[in-house]
């Protein structure tokens, strides 16, 4: 019964703007710490951005440094990715990850969500 379900992805011009949402449920997100991944056709996952179990420092992919940025609300079980300056390397399914701060082997995926940049 736990749920991961990401949804904002779509499809934006080089240099545009897009955030991306994704709503927890079944399981205590409070104690989770949350992160992006990505995944583009031919590639490897790649660790986008975390953000722990109680907020705070978060940390990033150093391609994406400074144009993105995670955030959670706990009150909403929602983990959120604000995409600035996108770029055609952005280009991948966008999958939302929750491991538990203690145990990590407690590890849940969403089933992601397309973003395309591209004029």
């Known amino acids: 019964q736990v749920q991961l379900v990401e949804s904002g992805g779509g499809l934006v011009q080089p240099g545009g703007s897009l955030k991306l949402s994704c709503a927890a449920s079944?399981?205590?997100?409070?104690?989770?710490?949350m992160m992006w991944y990505r995944q583009a056709p031919g590639k490897d996952r790649e660790l986008v951005a975390g953000?722990?179990?109680?907020?705070?420092?978060?940390n990033y992919a150093d391609s994406v440094k400074g144009r993105f940025t995670i955030s959670r609300d706990n009150t909403k079980n929602t983990v959120y990715l604000q995409m600035n300056s996108l770029k055609s390397e952005d280009t991948a399914v966008y999958y939302c990850?929750?491991?538990?701060?203690?145990?990590?082997?407690?590890?849940?995926w969403g089933q992601g969500t397309q973003v395309t940049v591209s004029s």
């Open positions: 953000i722990p179990s109680a907020g705070g420092s978060t």
């Open positions: 079944g399981f205590t997100f409070s104690v989770y710490h």
């Open positions: 990850n929750a491991r538990h701060a203690l145990f990590p082997g407690l590890n849940y």
